[in-house]
Structures are given as structure tokens and as C-alpha cells.
């Protein structure tokens, strides 16, 4: 895992942006998974005003509510077409995001995992963490091998996500998520988490066990996961220094 702790958000997203920006440049067809919340707002908005070229690129969303339409203002697909893609030159049929609405909900996860094969697989996966340490919707004792499915979210996270919703009792408790071993296939998972609310999850998923209590320390197995933090996101690291002096020696060309 390669940790990279910038002073505040602002640059930590600039570091995220800039990456995304190359490999979009590098290969104008690549697969980008995608997430929501509050972490990528402004790495969508740096990404939007780099007038990057959108037009072969595939989109996968990690998650999506169940039981709310897209067109509700807090389902994930209102939130990427507001902060991206009605922005950018994407188009419509190469973006993806699971369907809330599906009649028949393992049938339309199944036929998620398809899509991701046939477009060749994710080349970078972009994750946020959620305070209990999930990674997309995979809560505490998912199992790391999971796929795309539904499940039902933690108390923790339905007091956390209440503020997109106005209060606690609004937020779905079901979702769809991709698992943890579909966001373990992608070539490259990129994780932003910032603030100290992050603090204790970031710890236990980079220097803690390997352990479903904590799904995103699944991402220890993965040969290429880049974690970027602000410096209050990083603050329960025990080995924030070490971190900070590998990234300060590294040449440029090795950096992301
Ligand atoms: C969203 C997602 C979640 C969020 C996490 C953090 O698509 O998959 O794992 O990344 O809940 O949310 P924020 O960024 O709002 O703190």
C-alpha cells in the first residue's frame, strides 16, 4: 500500500485529480470505478475544470440505494450525473450504476459483474471509507470475497449518511453494492478519506489485521491500492512519519 498524507483535503484531492487526469490521458478508453459521499465532491470538481476527454471512457458506480428512483435527489445516480458526468463528455451507455430498483435484485447484481468483465475489468477504483470501515456498502463482517449484492446498512451508517437525507429515519436501509472481492479485481483502487472522524478506520484498514470487522483492510491483499489522507485522516497512523518520508523520497516518475 502506498500512503500519501497531504496538510489539508484541498491537496490531497489535487494529488487524486492529477492521477485520474494521467490515466484518462494515457488510455482514453480505461474503466474508472467511481464513488459517491462527501470525499470525491471536490476531486469531481477538479476533474471537471481539467476539460479532460470523457468519451470512451466506461463508468461503474460502486453502490446505489434500493427503493429510491435515480431521479431521487440523494440516489447516487442524481449525485454522479450532478457533480460529473452532466459535465463532462461521457457518454450515457458507457456509464454504469447499479439499478435500486431492480425486480429482481440478484438477477441485476449478477448481470453488474458481467458488465464490469466485459468491459475488460476496472482499471482504477476509486473508494471512499466509511467510518466502520466500509468500503462501498460492504459493512463490518462482509465477507471479503463477496460480489456485487444487496445489503442492509449499520446503524453507524445511517446516522452518518442522515445528513444527505435531512434526519435518520429517511435513509434506505438497503443497498446494492459491489463486494469487496469485485473491488478487489480492479487493476488499481485509489482510497481518499479525509478529516478525523476517518482517523480510527484508516488506522485499523492500513496497520491493523486483516479482518471483516474492518472491510476496507481487505485492501492489504491488493498489489495496488494508493491511499491519499489529509493530515487529520492520517492522525491515529502509528507510522504517519515513515509514510510522509517514503513519499518525500521517492523520484517523480514514481509518484502517482
Ligand atoms: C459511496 C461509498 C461509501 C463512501 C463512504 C464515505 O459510493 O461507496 O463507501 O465512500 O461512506 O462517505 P463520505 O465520503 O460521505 O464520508
Redesign the pocket.
Known sequence: MEIIIQPTPAEATTIAARFLAGIIAAKPEAVLGL??????EALYRELVSLKLDWSKITTF???EYVGISPQHPQS?HSFMWENLFRHVNVHIKNVNIPDGLANNIPASCESYERKIGSAGGIDVQL????TSG????NEPTSSLASRTRIKTLTPQ?LQ??ARFFGSESAVPHHVI?MGIGTILESRHCLLLAFGKK?ARAIAEAVEGPITAMNPASALQMHPKVTVVLDAEAASELKMQEYYRWVYEQKPDWQKI
Open positions: 464513488a459517491t459521499g462527501s470525499t470525491p458506480n460502486l453502490d447516487y473508494l471512499g471509507i466509511g466500509h468500503i462501498g456498502f451508517t452518518d449518511n453494492t476517518k
